[in-house]
């Protein structure tokens, strides 16, 4: 993606100016409410969101990490701000999940929300210790038919514990699910042998392929993934319709106004003509997927249909 240099020099003018009666946007610094540990996925794009957009803001973005109820803690504090732009949450696509695995949200994930802008994909690939003796999903339905209870498959949260019981239906295997807390311990394992296969990001998984002890062998969504071209999807492998990824998306409270959303997206297409962050990401093994208000929303509705349909059929239940 070029780099337009005279528009990133007017960003600031641009994006500080409202229109006739509007309240300037922005003027005071910027807080996004990362509900999640400090160190992780999240909340390292946001900070690097944070650095690519200083040429086009008046003001500093302040990430705060608010963790804990699997990211509720913090987007409840989000939701419960002024929707004037200043306290915005960046959340991964378990914030619609949770409405169909949690007992209980003090908060509705679509309505009480107000959509601006998808940041990214979290492809999720399926990664499987370089011992086994298989290279893809027919070779591994062969080996758990003739191995039965020697492979179990590891996740860290409800969407990759999803991917990885929906694959074992599909195939009709029993398939254990571990779980993990982070995508990088799950990786130690599949390359210690500990763990025979864990479904993670490629995020997780990219700093583990140096070591020739892991391989990746499905991909979760229906295109394949730039960080491993060569690998098939588990739709060319013959599961039909399997298209199934994480996504970071930044939120803001409901009822803020169209223009102001529009104004912050602005300052989001900036900061993803911002080379070096694009450059970040890559090597982070991160995809940038860059989608304004209505793209993302439909994407949540499509989501909630889903696990709606997952949890109606008893594939996924409420803790």
């Known amino acids: 993606m070029p780099i337009h240099r005279r528009a990133i020099l007017a960003a600031p003018i641009l994006l500080a100016a409202p229109a006739l009666g509007q309240t300037p946007w922005p003027s005071r610094p910027i807080r996004i409410i990362v ?18 957009l200083r040429p086009a803001l008046p003001f500093p973005i302040v990430v705060e990490n608010r963790a804990g109820g699997n990211g509720v803690i913090g987007t409840e504090a989000m939701i419960r701000a002024e929707p004037d732009g200043h306290t915005l949450t960046a959340v991964v696509s378990t914030h619609i999940l949770n409405r169909h695995t949690m007992a209980a949200l003090p908060y509705e994930p ?6 601006i802008a998808m940041l990214t994909r979290n492809t999720m690939v399926l990664a499987a210790s370089a011992a086994l003796p298989f290279t893809d999903i027919a070779g591994l339905r062969a080996f758990a038919a003739a191995n039965p209870r020697a492979l179990s498959t590891g996740s860290t949260e409800a969407l990759s514990q999803f991917i990885g019981q929906e694959m074992a239906r599909r195939l009709s295997l029993d398939i254990p699910d571990v779980q993990y807390r982070s995508g990088g311990q799950l990786m130690t394992d599949v390359v210690a042998g500990h763990l025979p296969l864990g479904w993670t990001s490629t995020a997780s998984a990219t700093p583990h392929m140096a070591t020739g002890r892991a ?9 394949r993934t730039p960080f491993f071209a060569d690998v098939p999807t588990a739709q060319e492998q013959g599961l039909a319709e399997f298209d199934l990824a994480g996504w970071v998306a930044l939120l803001g409270p409901a009822g803020m106004a169209d223009a102001l959303s529009a104004r912050i997206y602005a300052a989001m297409e900036s900061a993803f003509r911002n080379q070096a962050f694009l450059a970040r990401l890559a090597a982070l093994g991160i995809e940038p997927d860059l989608r304004p208000q209505a793209p993302l929303l439909a994407a949540m509705q499509r989501e909630d249909r889903i ?13």
């Open 35 to 52: 509900p999640y540990a400090a160190g992780g996925g999240t909340d390292i794009l946001a900070r690097a969101l944070g650095e690519a």
């Open 307 to 319: 696990w709606a349909a997952a949890s109606a059929a008893g594939h996924i239940t409420r803790q």
């Open 110 to 115: 679509i309505r009480d929300v107000t959509p």
């Open 215 to 223: 391989r990746i062998i499905a991909v979760s969504t229906a295109t």
